[in-house]
C-alpha cells in the first residue's frame, strides 16, 4: 500500500515538472530534452536532481530588491555610467555593437580616459596589490569568489587589517559557497575584530530554505579589487596561491590581472555597491566614493573601456548575446583562452561561422582539467571547431583559468567569466570590455605565451580517438544544458 502511494506521488511529480519544463519559455530545445531524459531515465532521483538545479532563480524579492538597489546607484552618480558619446568618439565604427549591446544589457556605457597595466604573474600581482592596500588613505573594498587561508590570502587579510587599523574604511566580501572556510577561519575573525567590516555574497546560513526556494549553486563569481576609488585589479584571479592547495594536483592555476586607474575604476565601484547593499542594505550610498569625487592622476596612454556584468537576476541569454555580438566582430584575428568551456550551441556556431569566413578563430584550453564533465563536453566539440579551420591549443604546465578575449588586436575582453553555462545563466561575473592597441598587443602576447607551452591538437588527433571515447564525450554534452 505504501509502495503503491509512493509511486502515484512519484509520477504525479515527473507529470508536473516536465510540464513545467515543457512550458518554460527561458529554456531551448536541447535544455528541455535534457531535462526530460534525466526525469526519465533517472527514477526519483531526476525529480530531485530538477527540484535542486532545475530553475536559475533567487526569488522575486531578492530580484526586486536588487533591481532596486541598482536603480538608486545610478541615480545617486549617473555620470560613473558613462555615455554613448564617449563611444561614437573613442571606439572604431566596426567594433560598436558589442560595447553597445553590453551597455543596453548591464547599464555600463562606455567611458574615456582609463589606463591599465598587465601584471607578470601572480607574484608581481601580490607584491602591487599588498603595496596599493598599504597605500590607501580612504577605503579598499574587495569581493572574491575564493579566498583561501594561503599566502596570498593571509597576506591581502594582513593589509586590510592594517589599513582597518590607521583609519582606512575597509570592506571584504565573499561568496557563501566558494569561500566557506575562509568565513569559518580564525583570519576571517581576525580581520573583523581589527574593524574590517565583512560580508558574506549568497550566503547559505539557512541551506533548507536554499535547497527549498532556490539553487545551491547560483553563486558570486566576481574578483572585485577597489582602492580609494581610484586604483582597481581586474581578471581572473581569486584570492589564492597559483598553488591552489585545495586542487593542489592541477596547480599552478594560470591567471591574467590587470592593474587599472580611470574612469572604469568608478563602474568596478558601483558593480561591488549592488552586491554590498544587496546583503547590506542600510549602508549609506556616499560609502561609495568614485573617482569623479577623488579626482585620480590618470596615466597618458588612455582608452576607452566599459564593465560588462551579468547573473541570474539579469536578463537571461546576456553573456551568449553579448559574445556572440563580440566574435562576430572579428576581421583578422579572434583569440580567446577559457579554462571551462560549456558553451551553448549558438556560440559553437559563432565560434565556426567566424572560421568559415577567414577570420584566424585560436582557441587555447587546459589539457588537464579540474572537473572530467568539463574536459568531456569541451572535447566533443573539437571536431567541429577543427573542421572550420579553428586552431585548438592545450595548456601544458599548469591548469589555464585565464579568461582572455582578443580581436584584432584591437579590442579586448577581461574579467571573470569562462564560456560555460554556469557563467552564462548560474554567476554573477565582472568583466572589462576594452578597446586599446597597446594593451590588447601586451594580452596578444600573453596569449602567445600560453600557445607557446601547449599542444596543438589535430583532426587527425580527433579523428583517431577511440570509438568509446567519443560516445562518452558525446553523452556528456547532450547533458551539457543541465550542467
Known amino acids: 500500500m505504501l509502495i503503491d502511494i509512493l509511486l502515484t506521488i512519484h509520477f504525479i511529480l515527473l507529470v508536473l515538472i516536465s510540464l513545467r519544463v515543457l512550458a518554460r519559455h527561458d529554456l531551448t530545445a536541447p535544455a528541455r530534452l535534457a531535462w526530460i531524459v534525466i526525469l526519465f531515465v533517472l527514477p526519483y532521483l531526476g525529480v530531485l536532481v530538477y527540484w535542486m538545479f532545475g530553475e536559475a532563480h533567487l526569488g522575486h524579492n531578492f530580484t526586486r530588491e536588487r533591481e532596486a538597489i541598482i536603480d538608486k546607484l545610478r541615480q545617486y552618480r549617473p555620470s560613473v555610467l558613462g555615455s554613448d558619446v564617449a563611444l561614437l568618439h573613442a571606439v572604431k565604427p566596426e567594433y560598436r555593437a558589442a560595447f553597445a549591446y553590453s551597455a543596453k544589457a548591464t547599464g555600463f556605457q562606455t567611458t574615456v580616459g582609463n589606463s591599465a597595466e598587465l601584471m607578470p604573474d601572480a607574484a608581481e600581482t601580490r607584491r602591487r596589490m599588498i603595496a596599493d592596500f598599504d597605500a590607501a588613505t580612504d577605503h579598499i573594498h574587495v569581493l572574491y569568489y575564493i579566498w583561501l587561508v594561503d599566502g596570498m590570502g593571509t597576506d591581502t587579510a594582513e593589509a586590510l587589517i592594517r589599513a582597518a587599523k590607521r583609519g582606512v574604511t575597509c570592506r571584504a566580501m565573499v561568496d557563501g559557497m566558494g569561500s566557506r572556510k575562509m568565513v569559518r577561519s580564525k583570519l576571517w575573525q581576525q580581520m573583523k575584530d581589527a574593524g574590517v567590516q565583512l560580508s558574506v555574497a549568497l550566503p547559505l546560513t539557512n541551506i533548507i530554505k536554499v535547497l527549498l526556494f532556490s539553487r545551491i549553486d547560483l553563486r558570486n563569481h566576481r574578483k572585485i579589487t577597489v582602492i580609494d576609488g581610484k586604483i582597481g585589479y581586474a581578471g581572473s584571479r581569486n584570492c589564492a596561491d597559483p598553488e591552489f592547495m585545495v586542487k ?66 539579469q536578463r537571461h541569454g546576456t553573456t551568449p548575446q553579448f559574445l556572440g555580438a563580440l566574435i562576430s566582430q572579428a576581421q583578422h584575428t579572434l583569440m580567446i583562452s577559457t579554462p571551462y568551456f560549456v558553451p551553448d550551441y549558438s556560440l559553437v556556431s559563432i565560434l565556426c561561422a567566424t572560421a568559415y569566413r577567414g577570420v584566424e578563430v585560436t582557441m587555447i584550453f587546459p589539457k588537464k582539467n579540474d572537473s572530467f564533465i568539463v574536459a568531456a563536453t569541451s572535447h566533443s566539440y573539437y571536431w567541429q571547431l577543427l573542421e572550420a579551420g579553428v586552431k585548438i591549443y592545450e595548456y601544458k604546465p599548469g591548469l589555464l583559468h585565464a579568461k582572455t578575449l582578443t580581436v584584432d588586436g584591437e579590442i579586448s575582453l577581461i574579467g571573470s567569466t569562462n564560456l560555460d553555462l554556469r557563467s552564462f545563466d548560474l554567476n554573477y561575473e565582472n568583466n572589462i570590455l576594452f578597446s586599446d592597441n597597446k594593451l590588447t598587443a601586451d594580452i596578444m602576447e600573453r596569449q602567445y605565451q600560453y600557445i607557446a607551452d601547449s599542444d596543438e591538437v589535430t583532426r587527425e588527433e580527433v579523428k583517431n580517438w577511440p570509438l568509446s571515447y567519443r560516445i562518452w564525450n558525446n553523452i556528456v554534452a547532450t547533458m551539457g544544458p543541465v550542467l
Open 248 to 313: 593542489p594536483k592541477y596547480a599552478p592555476w594560470v591567471d591574467i590581472m590587470l592593474r587599472i586607474e580611470g574612469p572604469i575604476v568608478g563602474q568596478t565601484q558601483m558593480l561591488f555597491a549592488s552586491d554590498w547593499l544587496t546583503e547590506n542594505p542600510d549602508t549609506p550610498l556616499d560609502s561609495f566614493p568614485y573617482a569623479t569625487d577623488l579626482q585620480p592622476n590618470l596615466l597618458s596612454n588612455n582608452f576607452a573601456a566599459q564593465v560588462f556584468s551579468d547573473g541570474p537576476t
